[in-house]
């Protein structure tokens, strides 16, 4: 209640009526010294603490460099805030940014936002997250109902015979969680004997993680598999469990698959997580369809982008085919 509190007033002062949502390509903007148009790009990111996030603006800054003429305003942090963000996406509105990209924090709270922006004529991506309107231009990310449903897929190999699992979930109100959740428990419902004995919000976070893990540990003697909603989830349960000398007993399955080294591909290599699965951060795909709309060509008006399962045989390779470390990491 105390969050619905937090951003209901922002939201209601952002409230617009959803017809003439339609966005078109940018007419203003700035100019470079020769004259070219310059074609200015904000960014609403939900926050930067989450290793996925933190690699995703990373890799947009780069992407963004790969097409001249666009320039992309400081990436603002929301710091997991929906009415920080809210007030983040007005103040691109009024710098009369050409493309804006927004990752929400939460759906209802920045739907809103986003229409202001639809209706003020200003294109919008949305990254990875869903709003509840279909006033935005395009629409990018995984389809997290499949992932959950792989990452539960790959939970039924591992205990063929049943067993008990912990879940750690992202923020309850994402939609990535609740995708991520049904698709994992729709999968394990082929067996009737694997049973989730706990489940609790860790908000997508290592620090959030381990002590949740850890009151587990000290609640159920039998934990067969933990299942994170993301990587750093998962590998906070690995360390709770370490630390109590039980990892060999518990299987690990996590989601993102980021190609950095405290990353879910490297801790599947090192035999922390037993899979993983990519969650493809959107970054190039972004940066094409603003170059895209500020050109006036047409995009898509959803972009859904695939998975690649990470097991022991194959995290080598996939490391070296996303590792970005020599490009935006550097």
């Not at 009415?83 to 983040?88: I, K």
């Not at 939460?106 to 279909?134: F, G, H, M, W, Y």
């Not at 906070?236 to 993102?256: M, N, S, T, V, W």
């Not at 795909?285 to 695939?306: F, M, N, S, W, Y």
């Amino acid at each position: 209640m105390r969050s619905v509190l937090r951003y209901a007033a922002a939201a209601a002062a952002l409230a617009v009526v959803g017809a003439g949502c339609a966005s078109k390509a940018p007419s203003s903007g700035g100019t470079t010294s020769g004259g070219k148009k310059e074609f200015v790009i904000g960014y609403a990111q939900s926050n930067n603490a989450e290793p996925y996030r933190a690699q995703l603006n990373l890799q947009l800054k780069y992407f963004v460099k790969q097409h001249p003429g666009l320039k992309l305003l400081p990436i603002s942090d929301a710091h997991q805030s929906s009415a920080t963000q809210v007030s983040q996406v007005q103040s691109f509105i009024q710098q009369k940014v050409d493309v804006l990209i927004v990752s929400p924090n939460e759906p209802a709270p920045l739907t809103a936002a986003v229409q202001q922006a639809c209706q003020a004529k200003i294109p919008v991506i949305i990254l990875d997250r869903s709003v509840n309107t279909d006033c935005y231009t395009s629409f990018i990310g995984g389809d997290n109902y499949e992932i959950g449903k792989k990452a539960g897929e790959e939970a039924a190999k591992e205990l063929p015979n049943g067993g008990n699992v912990v879940e750690l979930r992202g923020i309850l109100s994402d939609q990535p969680q609740i995708d991520r959740d049904k698709g994992f428990r729709d999968a394990i419902a082929a067996n009737p004997k694997i049973k989730i004995i706990a489940d609790r919000e860790a908000k997508w976070l290592k620090d959030d993680a381990v002590p949740v893990m850890q009151q587990w540990l000290s609640r159920y003697p039998k934990i067969d598999l933990v299942y994170g909603h993301n990587d750093p989830m998962a590998l906070g349960a690995y360390l709770a469990a370490k630390a109590q000398h039980r990892e060999g007993q518990i299987k690990f399955i996590g989601i993102d698959g980021l190609a950095i080294p405290d990353g879910g591909i490297r801790a599947v290599q090192l035999g922390e997580l037993s899979s993983t699965f990519v969650y493809p951060t959107a970054a190039k795909e972004a940066a094409e369809t603003a170059d895209a709309i500020a050109h006036g060509r047409p995009v898509p008006k959803k972009q859904v982008l695939h998975t690649t399962q990470v097991t022991k045989d194959n995290a080598a390779d996939l490391y070296k085919q996303y590792d970005m470390s020599g490009k935006a990491g550097g």
